[in-house]
């Protein structure tokens, strides 16, 4: 735990000066795309044992999470940006992307393993819960531009109106 936030405050401290960030990335990014990024997603495979949730009951609660999961930041975040102004089906495809899960979850379940918070049935299950949710973005905002005018927002729109939501 100590090693992400370390990490975060270092390059929070560091300067921000266009030129150095751009010569720290362009040095950091490769790296990080051709050996950590699939080390870790490998790391998180090996740990996740799908074989552990057994019966329907687990399978249950496994589709509970998925479903509290959707509801809360698909859910959430649409309602959040019709308050906004946004119409239905803008909030609804905002609401889409934001509740793509991703690495950041997948650092949080690994911390939580790691600190014996989650066992290894529940770090599975909410390891599935994060692929359902990250693979059922695509299908979902393309069934939900199904028939839609050209007048609904493109993705950089619906990104946008994310961030003016998080300004306010």
């Known amino acids: 735990m100590h090693l992400l936030f370390g990490a975060f405050l270092f390059g929070a401290v560091l300067p921000k000066h266009p030129h ?8 950091v990014q490769s790296l990080t795309l051709v050996l950590l990024l699939p080390v870790f997603f490998a790391y998180t495979g090996l ?47 905002l609401g889409v992307f934001m509740n793509t899960r991703g690495l950041m979850e997948l650092v949080v ?22 692929l359902v949710t990250t693979f059922m973005t695509v299908p979902l905002f393309n069934l939900l531009s199904r028939g839609a005018p050209e007048s609904v927002a493109s993705p950089a729109e619906l990104l946008e109106a994310e961030a003016t939501l998080v300004q306010r």
Do not use: Q
């Not at 529940?122 to 819960?129: G, T």
């Open 20 to 27: 150095f960030v751009h010569a720290v990335s362009e040095r």
């Open 47 to 93: 740990r996740t044992s799908i074989g552990l949730v057994r019966g329907p009951e687990m399978w249950l609660f496994c589709g509970l999470i998925i479903l509290v999961a959707v509801a809360g930041k698909l859910g959430g975040s649409a309602l959040a940006a019709k308050a906004a102004g946004l119409s239905w089906r803008d909030a609804l495809g």
């Open 109 to 130: 379940l690994n911390i939580g393993l790691d600190l014996g918070v989650l066992s290894p049935a529940v770090f599975s299950m909410m390891v599935l819960m994060a």
